[in-house]
């Protein structure tokens, strides 16, 4: 059955020169209306290395017109070349003989005679006439090469065997190219082995996007825009043919987007000539197997055996590629294939036409395939084809484990839409695993629909007992996992962690991708609420869950969790390793443009700035940021958004700063995401203070804090990250308002219970705050001290920007260089490169006083606005009537207000209080 492809009806002719030059000037002209693909000329050097050259590829793809283009280039160059356009009288090797013969001697008189064109003996063996041929042509005076267009004319004859001899009888000099339809029955692997063959493919001859659009141009499309260009590459899949036939489709339609859609293998142009140049011509049998592997996407040979139901379907593949039937390999072993999508609408239609009522049987017997071998989604698409919805979600329902677990979870809310709503309901399965992508994608509306439909579904399947109550209870667990999901990427951590509480006790009855996420959440919710005494085992065993599923894809946003987890205990190293993991995983199976990869490089951006590797931290972010706003946890927003603000603070770029905190804040109102709204209150009001723009700062944070007493903010109860940013932006405000004693007592508790906790980025960074505001007080012993045991927790994880982005720290950084610590050498070596990173950010780093006096180089509370007004215009000289005249100000409220700035200052003088602002950066 699948033998050689059958002879199809040519025009013969008498004379072989006659046909030679009819053939080439009609390939010429063809040549002529194509635009030129230099590229093509590239292939000539192998050619010129090789004995042969294989040109194969389907009709239409340019084989013709390639070897006229080679041909024209080899004669430029002065070889040789002989081209010929084989007929099927050449099917028999003494007709092909002659024929080449005549060309020889017809065309290059310098050559001897190959043999006695009458009167040769007709019984000649094909062997026997190409080593006759081979050696009349033995000492050629220059390279020859003889081009053989049209070449699948000869498959199956004796002239194949005459061509096979003559390439194992000539001389160096010569070289055969081949151009063929169809895979020749020629040794081909022992020419590739000893190096003697070159092969031009498919994958070569194809149009490229340049090719592509010069071609458009030059019918007088250039107006199509790259979306446009795409599209019809998409459709035609650089088919030299298939452009030819869309060329005029396009020119003639009224809207290029509308003509695009037109390009179709059921549009009469396209069907005529698939249906004459290559489907008429294949035996009946072959005909109906093409037609019924057309409805698959992509096939392998046990595939089309359970279609067909013909054995040997290894034979059928390698009948339909070597045929040159538009059959395309997926992968280099050669095992999936599918149609050029052109052909294959041409076949799905003819199949539709002749044999409607046999489509459902056959997508049956796909979706029992598919489900044999774990691909559910082609399942569930052949089940749907086959107008079985039922089974389609039925595939769905049951499978849905191998989805998540295969890091396809994206793809479930789709499926599960395309099921009709009225058996969707039916199935809380998969309303539940819908949900949960929904949840990971902030749809939470959508989400909080599919589990109340679910909840009602299970209710209703409980009073029915429609199923084994085992059923229902493992139901009921992805129910409870999916109200933790959804708390999870709300950041409700006291749900998650009272859901998990309880789940955690029925893991053992979940499947892998189900309990490692619940223990994955769990860790999660005990970080936000700063309990971390069970991490290392809530850890260890999310990760053993997530092991047993099927991908590493489902490792992501554990180790996202696992980083910010490490993060906060000190081991930055950890979180680093934790966060890279994450990241890899995703790029190397989704690639580095997926909001996914901001789940785990946006807190690795986090953590870099933290030890000052500020370049890198940058490139992460100017990467992934624009990707972070759709999908994934509340915490990369936040470390995204305040890393980029405090490095286009860094940068000298204060403004553009605090707008990055402005566009993280309409984002959080968007999303109602609570604590990044309080996150960037809160940075927002640090900045401002580190500006010297007190009133503005305390205006930042006081609609967080205007209602809140000192004891409302003292770390009591249960307690979140939430509630660690409010006591932070409260402190801040009562700097603003010279509670300075006040901001000390919130600092303090809130450093003791972070300690107590074992957070020690908590504790480093309200020890930095300390010893800031121990500093406004003029308590250096104690602001020293703290530095002392701040840089001692800091030195291992080397957290260096808390100190850093507190510029009023560096006198006593200064003071605490090496040999100023205690014996410590890490702690040492770290203060020092405090020191050092102090000078070259162009930090001031004034020499204090002895320790045991107070420190007056430092304001004992913060000058607001109005204050710095009139200090920056005592700086220039005026007196107190000038600077009033200049403020609307009488003279005596002047004298007032400089009193004030001279206690906050801690001077008399106003030489002093000058220097001493300038000194601080408070003024230039």
């Not at 080899?74 to 070349?81: D, K, P, Q, S, T």
């Not at 072959?286 to 698959?296: E, F, K, M, V, Y």
């Not at 239609?349 to 979706?367: G, I, V």
């Not at 309080?678 to 305390?698: F, I, T, V």
Request: glycine residues 6%; charged residues 25%; proline residues 4%.
């Amino acid at each position: 059955m699948y033998g050689p492809v059958p002879e199809m009806s040519f025009s013969c002719h008498a004379e072989g020169e006659k046909n030679q030059r009819r053939a080439s000037a009609r390939l010429s002209a063809q040549w002529r209306d194509l635009v030129a693909r230099p590229r093509l000329l590239n292939f000539l050097a192998e050619v010129r290395a090789s004995r042969i050259t294989i040109v194969q590829a389907p009709a239409g793809y340019g084989k013709s017109s390639l070897l006229l283009q080679w041909h024209d280039a080899l004669a430029g160059e002065g070889a040789l070349v002989i081209a010929v356009q084989l007929e099927a009288i050449h099917r028999e090797p003494m007709e092909f003989a002659r024929h080449l013969a005549r060309l020889w001697q017809a065309n290059f008189s310098c050559l001897s005679p190959v043999f006695a064109l009458s009167g040769h003996d007709t019984r000649a063996t094909a062997e026997q006439l190409a080593c006759q041929m081979a050696a009349a042509l033995s000492d050629p005076p220059a390279p020859v090469f003889l081009l053989l267009d049209d070449a699948q004319l000869l498959a199956g004859t004796d002239s194949i065997r005459f061509l096979h001899s003559l390439v194992e009888h000539v001389p160096p000099l010569l070289h055969i190219v081949v151009a063929s339809r169809e895979r020749l029955a020629l040794p081909m692997a022992r020419w590739r082995a000893r190096g003697e063959l070159a092969e031009i493919t498919l994958a070569d001859l194809r149009f490229s996007a340049d090719e592509t659009h010069a071609l458009l141009a030059k019918a007088g499309l250039d107006d199509l825009s790259a979306d446009e260009i795409r599209a019809l590459d998409e459709r035609v899949e650089g088919w030299a043919a298939g452009l030819r036939i869309a060329l005029p489709i396009l020119s003639s339609a009224d809207d290029h987007s509308e003509g695009l859609k037109s390009i179709s293998g059921e549009r009469r142009e396209l069907r005529d000539f698939f249906a004459e140049d290559l489907f008429a011509g294949q035996p009946a049998q072959a005909q109906q197997t093409l037609l019924r592997i057309s409805l698959l996407q992509k096939f392998c040979a046990p595939l089309c055996e359970a279609i067909t139901g013909l054995p040997n379907g290894r034979r059928v593949l390698d009948w339909c590629e070597n045929a040159g039937l538009f059959v395309i390999a997926l992968d280099d072993t050669r095992t999936w294939y599918r149609f050029h999508r052109l052909f294959q609408e041409f076949l799905v239609r003819t199949f539709a036409d002749q044999h409607a009522e046999d489509s459902d049987k056959l997508h049956r017997r796909a979706t029992d395939w598919h489900i044999a071998q774990g691909m559910v989604t082609d399942a569930f698409e052949h089940a749907l084809a086959g107008n079985d919805p039922n089974r389609a979600a039925g595939v769905l329902d049951e499978h849905l484990d191998r989805l998540f677990g295969a890091g396809q979870a994206h793809l479930v809310p789709v499926l599960a839409a395309r099921v009709p709503p009225h058996i969707r309901t039916f199935y809380p399965r998969i309303m539940l695993a819908a949900a949960w992508p929904l949840s990971m994608h902030w749809e939470f509306a959508e989400a909080q629909t599919l589990l109340a439909a679910s909840r009602s579904r299970i209710a209703d399947m409980e009073r029915q007992s429609a199923a084994a109550k085992s059923d229902i209870q493992a139901i009921r667990l992805q129910l409870a996992h999916g109200e933790m999901m959804l708390a999870q990427f709300q950041d409700d951590m006291p749900t998650v962690e009272q859901l998990g509480i309880t789940q955690m006790r029925n893991c053992q009855a979940a499947r892998p991708f189900v309990a490692g996420s619940i223990y994955s959440a769990f860790l999660n919710s005990q970080r936000e609420q700063f309990k971390l005494n069970d991490v290392d085992r809530l850890d260890f065993t999310a990760t053993r869950y997530l092991d047993q599923c099927e991908g590493r894809q489902v490792h992501i946003a554990h180790e996202a969790v696992a980083g910010l987890t490490r993060f906060l205990m000190g081991d930055s190293g950890g979180a680093i390793e934790r966060l890279r993991n994450g990241l890899a995983i995703t790029t190397r199976i989704f690639g580095d443009k997926t909001p996914l990869c901001a789940m785990t490089a946006l807190p690795l951006a986090a953590v870099l700035y933290e030890r000052n590797a500020v370049k890198d931290a940058d490139a992460l972010i100017e990467t992934f940021l624009p990707l972070a706003d759709t999908l994934g946890f509340v915490d990369q927003l936040i470390d995204g958004w305040l890393t980029r603000s405090r490095i286009l603070r860094l940068r000298g770029d204060p403004d553009t700063a605090l707008q990055a905190l402005s566009s993280a804040g309409a984002i959080a109102a968007k999303r109602g995401f609570a604590r990044l709204a309080l996150h960037c209150a809160e940075e927002r009001a640090r900045q401002l203070l580190r500006s010297g723009r007190s009133d503005e700062a305390a205006r930042a944070a006081r609609p967080a804090c205007m209602n809140l007493t000192l004891e409302a903010v003292l770390p009591t109860g249960a307690i979140t990250s939430s509630d660690e940013i409010v006591a932070m932006m409260w402190a801040t405000w009562a700097e603003c308002k010279n509670r300075l004693p006040d901001a000390l007592q919130v600092c303090r508790q809130w450093r003791s219970y972070a300690a107590a906790a074992g957070a020690i980025r908590s504790v480093i960074r309200w020890d930095a705050r300390i010893a800031h505001l121990a500093l406004q007080t003029g308590d250096l012993r104690s602001a020293k001290r703290t530095m002392r045991r701040a840089v001692a927790l800091a030195a291992p994880g080397r957290y260096m920007r808390s100190f850093l982005d507190e510029p009023a720290l560096a006198a006593t950084l200064q003071a605490h260089a090496p040999g100023g610590m205690e014996r410590n050498g890490a702690a040492e070596t770290f203060a020092a490169d405090l020191v050092r990173e102090f000078t070259l950010e162009g930090a001031k780093d004034p020499t204090g006083p002895d320790v045991d006096e107070p420190d007056r180089s430092y304001p004992r509370g913060a000058l607001n606005s109005h204050e710095l007004e009139v200090l920056k215009l005592t700086a220039t000289g005026l007196s107190n009537r000038e600077v009033g005249e200049h403020l609307g100000m009488t003279e005596g409220s002047v004298k007032w207000d400089l009193q004030q700035i001279y206690n906050k200052m801690g001077v008399r003088r106003r030489i002093l209080v000058v220097e001493r602002a300038r000194q601080l950066g408070l003024i230039h």
